[in-house]
């Protein structure tokens, strides 16, 4: 396919580039012969990596279940293609620098009539080439991390909220939401166990799961049954559906394949101990009082699926009423839920995955994911109206979690 040519040639593209600068810089005979040997493995290794990678994908396809293998091949193949991108970034500003000052020379020459001898464009500065490298080195090492330990390395997210008509029997009510599970990436079953441990010591009065307990197939999460099946809150388990629980992304062989994936996805909700709901909501009681939980299908921004139906979620519910929420995809709270004439108090999502890298320390908090969702992770409110956007307990794509690391959210609801 001719459109496979461009990324291609992109990357080789880079490849050249990167490999002739630095050359330039550290292959002549002053410069030390081991440095140009190191660096000249590493780029080496990398376009092997990385070729490897794109053979394997292209033969093998998809796989329905990622193996310890192709996520260390895929996920050393974004390392490098990361790395050397940052070093080109400052390369090519050297290079529009170099290239400034020839024409600034040029045409000051021409100016004043020099024109026996032509200006030849600065040699490369070494500074800057260590610079360069330097600045590859953080993604290098971060991505190397996220690959091998941060995918498994579970945050506890807790949240506090306050309301004035929350049912006094529900004040200290402890929620656990998890989201995004994404099975079929899974490569280290002990790691997803030690995560699920976590869940069971907050002890919640409700365990809640917003949706992608798949990549793609039904069968990838059979492996880590028994682990879900093993969680329990004394109000119970409920769950719903994501984008990618209705198998649209693979290639079936018939429309009856794919409904019996979904079917067996449905049943493994019921085989762990949750209760999926899609478009509707359950009664939840604690001393006499009640509570509204509701869920819907997924319902997103085009092309992802809009199955889900508020409306019909919410028949039935008063207006006096205290409502949660879970809703896949944040859009839906802002398209949906905050201009329904229904008050929900508040709505958990997940989705973002807070595009599985970005930076969150004190004072500082940003993803790619903010490009396209503007509620990407954490908690958002708009009057008397919340929402929490899990980044999600799984991966998917790039095998690892580089400073946006996986999430089990303890949200606690106290009466002001």
């Known amino acids: 396919m001719w459109y496979a040519l461009i990324p291609l040639s992109l990357w080789l593209g880079l490849e050249f580039y990167v490999f002739k600068s630095l050359r330039s810089v550290y292959g002549n005979p002053a410069s030390s012969r081991s440095t140009w040997k190191a660096l000249r493995f590493l780029l080496f290794l990398g376009f092997v990596i990385v070729l490897a990678t794109i053979v394997y994908f292209a033969i093998q396809g998809r796989p329905m279940r990622a193996s310890t293998g192709s996520n260390l091949l895929l996920g050393l193949s974004f390392t490098f293609l990361i790395t050397k991108f940052t070093l080109a970034i400052v390369l090519l500003l050297e290079d529009l620098f ?5 024409l600034f020379s040029t045409l000051r020459h021409a100016a004043v009539g020099k024109s026996e001898r032509s200006i030849e464009m600065l040699s490369r500065r070494r500074f800057l080439s260590r610079l360069g490298l330097i600045l590859a080195a953080i993604p290098f090492s971060s991505f190397l ?3 091998t330990k941060g995918k498994y ?3 506890l997210h807790k ?4 309301f004035p008509d929350l049912p006094p029997a529900f004040d200290g009510f402890r929620i656990v939401q998890l989201s995004d599970v ?6 280290d079953a002990e790691a997803v166990q030690r995560g699920l441990e976590l869940v069971g010591e907050q002890q919640p009065d409700l365990l809640l799961f917003t949706g992608d307990l798949v990549n793609d197939y039904a069968t990838e999460i059979v492996p880590y049954k028994g682990f879900f099946s093993a969680l329990s809150a004394p109000l119970g388990k409920f769950s719903v559906l994501g984008n ?3 198998g649209e992304y693979p290639k079936w062989n018939s429309q009856e394949e794919r409904q019996a994936n979904f079917e067996a996805l449905v049943q493994h909700h019921a085989d762990m101990g949750f209760d999926l709901l899609r478009n509707r909501h359950v009664r939840l009681e604690r001393n006499g009082e009640s509570l509204v939980l509701a869920g819907v299908e997924n319902w997103g921004r085009r092309p992802f699926p809009q199955y889900g139906d508020l409306d019909k979620a919410l028949e039935g519910v008063e207006s006096q009423d205290f409502v949660l929420l879970m809703s896949h995809d944040p859009t839906h709270w802002d398209e949906k839920v905050l201009n329904h004439p229904r008050q929900v108090h508040l709505t958990m999502s997940g989705h973002t995955h807070g595009a599985q890298m970005g930076v969150e320390i004190p004072g500082v908090k940003w993803s790619p994911s903010s ?7 954490g908690l958002y409110k708009e009057g008397l109206r919340y929402l929490y956007v899990n980044r999600g307990f799984g991966f998917i794509g790039f095998p690892g ?4 690391w996986p999430e089990i959210a303890l949200i606690e609801l106290r009466r002001a």
């Open 98 to 102: 170099r290239l400034g000052q020839w």
């Open 145 to 147: 991390y996220g690959i």
């Open 153 to 155: 390395a579970y945050q």
């Open 159 to 162: 949240t506090t909220l306050h």
């Open 182 to 187: 994404h099975s079929g990436s899974f490569d």
């Open 244 to 246: 990618h629980d209705y």
């Open 371 to 377: 490009w396209v969702y503007p509620r990407w992770a």
């Open 401 to 404: 979690r580089v400073g946006i």
